[in-house]
């Protein structure tokens, strides 16, 4: 069964931790908080004072994705701010090594992050040190998009690398997810299924939780 994170970039703002909680008691084993720049993004969303104020209220696993174009000088205020794990997007740095060694370095889990446009190839030199690689399912910027199919092949090559190796990193997916789009990908090997629309744009965002693992059963 795959593990659900949804994106708090599609709750409630104004009863953030009436959403944040109902997730939690629903099941959600993290919560996926979308930090936006507007330059490596057109969007802009939160920072590191959003992650700490979550911190205290939730023992969720906080899944920090950075959308945001040479991270390096942010990610210690992600990691004093209470991230567990701290993804960097590889098109966003030129020392992606140097990016994920500072994550590591401040005691936090580390994630590699790449776009539909990029190879897995891109990423190979560092597979050897991550906890976590997400593979984006759309293009990066906003929630509510839709699914790209052609992603799933990339999901089945980084699987085959993890199990050539001997690599115990999660995959995540995110993007379009749902409890369709989410079943190829777990058939290809996504251990972490981010959803954000198709769990807060819903009525019962716990019976979306639940539609999602029942999925991957
Ligand atoms: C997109 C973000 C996603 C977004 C997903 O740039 O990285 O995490 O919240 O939203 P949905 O699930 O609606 O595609
Ligand atoms: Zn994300």
Request: glycine share 8%; aromatic share 6%; proline share 5%.
């Given at each position: ?5 949804p ?23 993290y ?6 720049d507007g ?14 104020a ?15 174009q040479?991270p390096e000088?942010?990610i210690?205020?992600f990691?004093?701010?209470?991230a567990d ?6 098109e ?7 990016a ?6 401040g ?9 539909p ?5 891109m ?10 690689v997400?593979v984006?399912?759309v293009?990066p ?7 790209l199919?052609?992603?799933v092949a ?7 690398l ?11 997916i995110?993007?379009?997810i749902?409890n ?7 058939e290809?090997g996504a ?8 769990v807060?744009?819903?009525d019962d965002?716990?019976a ?6 029942d999925?991957?059963?």
């Open positions: 069964m795959i593990k659900v994170a994106s708090i970039l599609s709750a409630d703002y104004v009863n953030l931790q009436k959403d944040i909680e109902l997730v939690e008691q629903g099941g959600a084993e919560l996926h908080i979308d930090v936006m330059s490596f993004v057109p969007s802009i969303s939160y920072g590191p004072g959003f992650v700490k979550i911190r205290p209220i939730s023992k969720m696993v906080l899944d920090v994705h950075l959308m945001v040479n000088h942010i210690p205020d990691v004093e701010a209470g794990i701290i993804g960097v997007q590889v966003a740095t030129q020392h992606i090594h140097r994920l060694q500072i994550i590591k370095n005691g936090v889990k580390a994630e590699v992050v790449i776009n446009g990029t190879p897995v190839e990423i190979k030199p560092v597979l050897h040190m991550v906890d976590q997400l984006m399912t293009n910027g906003f929630g509510g998009q839709k699914f199919p052609e992603t990339k999901i089945a090559e980084l699987n085959a993890k199990q050539e190796n001997g690599y115990n990193f999660d995959i995540e995110d993007g379009g749902n369709e789009t989410v079943v190829p990908c777990y290809a251990t972490v299924a981010v959803a954000g629309s198709y807060y744009g819903a965002p716990v979306k939780i639940n539609a999602i693992k999925a991957t059963k």
